[in-house]
T-cell receptor, first 112, second 106 residues
C-alpha cells in the first residue's frame, strides 16, 4: 500500500495568497483527519471526515480555513487568504474505523 | 476532554542504554497508539495498543487501560531512535500527548 499521500511537501507563499493542500488517504479507509503542527501548539486536530462527510471542524482556526472531501480518495485543505501565523506543518491521516491511524509525510507551509 | 500527559518531557541517553517512556491519560479510551516523529518530521507508527503488551524488535509497549497508563520501552538505544515520541489516545477523538524528546548520543 502506498500509504497516505500529501502534496505539496513544501510550500512557500506570500501573505494573502491562497494555499491548497492535498491528501490521498489509504484505500479503503473511511476516516480522514487534518492536523496542524507548530512548535508552540504541538499537534492540533483541525477537522475530520467519516465517509467523506465532515464530522467535527471545531479545530479549524477561522473562516479562512476550509476543507473538502469530494470523494473517498481525495481531500483538500484550503487557506484563503494565508497569513504568516498559518506557517506550520500540515498532516493528513487516515484510519479504518476508530482503528490504527496512519499519517502522511506532511506539507510544510511557510507564509512570508 | 481527555488529558494525556507524557513523561519525561526530555531524555538524553548514550547509545546502548535502555529507557522507559510513560503516557498517562485521564479517562477511558478506545485505543492508544505510540508514534515516533523522526528528525525529518515523519510520524511513524510504533504500536497500536489499546491494552496488553506488544513487542517489535528493541521496542515494546504495555498499556494498562484500567489504570490509565501506557509504557514504551526502548532497549539498547541507537542514535536513530532520536526524535519525539508521542502517545495518542482515542476517546471521542484522537488526543495527542505533548511528547517525549529523546536524544541518543554515540
Amino acid at each position: 500500500d502506498a500509504g497516505v499521500i500529501q502534496s505539496p511537501r513544501h510550500e512557500v507563499t506570500e501573505m494573502g495568497q491562497e494555499v491548497t493542500l492535498r491528501c490521498k488517504p489509504i484505500s479503503g479507509h473511511d476516516y480522514l483527519f487534518w492536523y496542524r503542527q507548530t512548535m508552540m501548539r504541538g499537534l492540533e486536530l483541525l477537522i475530520y471526515f467519516n465517509n467523506n462527510v465532515p464530522i467535527d471542524d471545531s479545530g479549524m482556526p477561522e473562516d479562512r480555513f476550509s476543507a473538502k472531501m469530494p470523494n473517498a480518495s481525495f481531500s483538500t485543505l484550503k487557506i484563503q487568504p494565508s497569513e504568516p501565523r498559518d506557517s506550520a506543518v500540515y498532516f493528513c491521516a487516515s484510519s479504518l474505523g476508530v482503528g490504527e491511524l496512519f499519517f502522511g509525510e506532511g506539507s510544510r507551509l511557510t507564509v512570508l | 476532554g481527555i488529558q494525556v500527559e507524557q513523561s519525561p518531557p526530555d531524555l538524553i541517553l548514550q547509545e546502548g542504554a535502555n529507557s522507559t517512556l510513560r503516557c498517562n491519560f485521564s479517562d477511558s479510551v478506545n485505543n492508544l497508539q505510540w508514534f515516533h516523529q523522526n528528525p525529518w518530521g515523519q510520524l511513524i507508527n510504533l504500536f497500536y495498543i489499546p491494552s496488553g503488551t506488544k513487542q517489535n524488535g528493541r521496542l515494546s509497549a504495555t498499556t494498562v487501560a484500567t489504570e490509565r497508563y501506557s509504557l514504551l520501552y526502548i532497549s539498547s538505544s541507537q542514535t536513530t531512535d532520536s526524535g519525539v515520541y508521542f502517545c495518542a489516545v482515542v476517546g471521542a477523538q484522537l488526543i495527542f500527548g505533548t511528547g517525549t524528546r529523546l536524544q541518543v548520543f554515540p
